[in-house]
């Protein structure tokens, strides 16, 4: 069973189809990249997923659901994790406490004004766990706000993680970074589809990450599911060269 399914997915503003009746299947384990020209409809595609407006005509599913009438925050206890363009960390905050603040959120904890010893433990544990598979340890203690733009980015990645998300969505994860910082990131995303298994979907721009690390690639363009298949057969469909390869971009 998939876990995530578009069935013939429209969304319109207004007089614009933003999105024409878009069908996709997102295996469970799967690695997935969305490329298209700009105003192709990506981002749409990313906010018809995770709840934020419905779509026009259609229907998502996520782990075997409808996601009709249920919210953002619902999907994101249900395990559908997303990050966003703008680092969305807490930047006068250490790095240890902004992992702090995930960990007990997504323990269900943040709520508490007071944690027993054992609970304090396991919170600890979880914080140096994602600390040590995302090379963190070395900045617990330093502010969020000072950090380069890539670790920022990987704090976020970590915060995502602590979530335990069984579906992760990226907008454009490398966007503004270096090279090394861009190396760093793909390197993560390898790691979590590798190791951890999460099933994601991503939005980038960066082909060689794309080609690099993406198990399939669903091309949009104007709307319309123009191409979808593996990095090979993308990289050798004439279409998508004339619409996005070959293009501005
Ligand atoms: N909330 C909205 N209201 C009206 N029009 C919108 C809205 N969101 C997106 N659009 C329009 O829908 C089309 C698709 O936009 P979208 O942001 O999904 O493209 P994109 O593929 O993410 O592009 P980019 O690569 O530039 O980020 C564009 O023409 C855009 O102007
Ligand atoms: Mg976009």
Redesign the pocket.
């Known amino acids: 069973m998939s876990l995530l399914s578009l069935k013939n997915v429209s969304r319109r ?2 007089s ?1 189809a ?1 999105l024409s009746n878009i069908s996709l299947e997102i295996p469970q384990g799967e690695l997935r990249a969305i490329i ?10 990313f ?1 018809l997923i995770s709840g934020l407006f419905p779509p026009s005509e259609g229907e998502v599913l996520f782990d075997g659901q409808s996601i009709k009438g249920v919210s953002p925050a619902r999907l994101v206890h249900r395990g559908m994790i997303r990050t966003f363009q703008i680092t969305e960390i807490f930047l006068n905050l250490t790095v240890y406490q902004n992992l702090e603040i995930a960990v007990e959120t997504a323990q269900g904890l943040n709520l508490r004004p007071w944690l027993s010893p054992a609970r304090r433990r396991s919170v600890r544990t979880a914080i140096d766990e994602l600390m040590e598979t995302l090379h963190l340890t070395g900045l617990a203690y330093r502010t969020a706000g000072e950090l380069a733009h890539g670790d920022q980015r990987v704090v976020e990645m970590a915060i995502a993680l602590s979530r335990e998300p069984k579906l992760l969505l990226l907008d454009e994860p490398t966007a503004g970074m270096g090279d090394e910082e861009t190396d760093q990131m793909t390197d993560l995303i390898r790691h979590m589809h590798g190791e951890r298994g999460i099933t994601m979907l991503f ?1 980038e ?1 960066d082909m060689n990450i794309i080609f690099k690390v993406a198990d399939r690639i669903t091309v ?1 363009d104007n ?1 319309h599911l123009l191409a979808e298949g593996t990095p090979s057969e993308i990289s050798a469909n004439a279409d998508v060269q004339a619409a996005y390869l070959g293009g501005a971009k």
Not at 36 to 45: E, Y
């Open positions: 503003f207004g614009l933003a298209g020209p700009n105003g192709a409809g990506k981002t749409t595609l906010n939005i721009h949009l709307g």
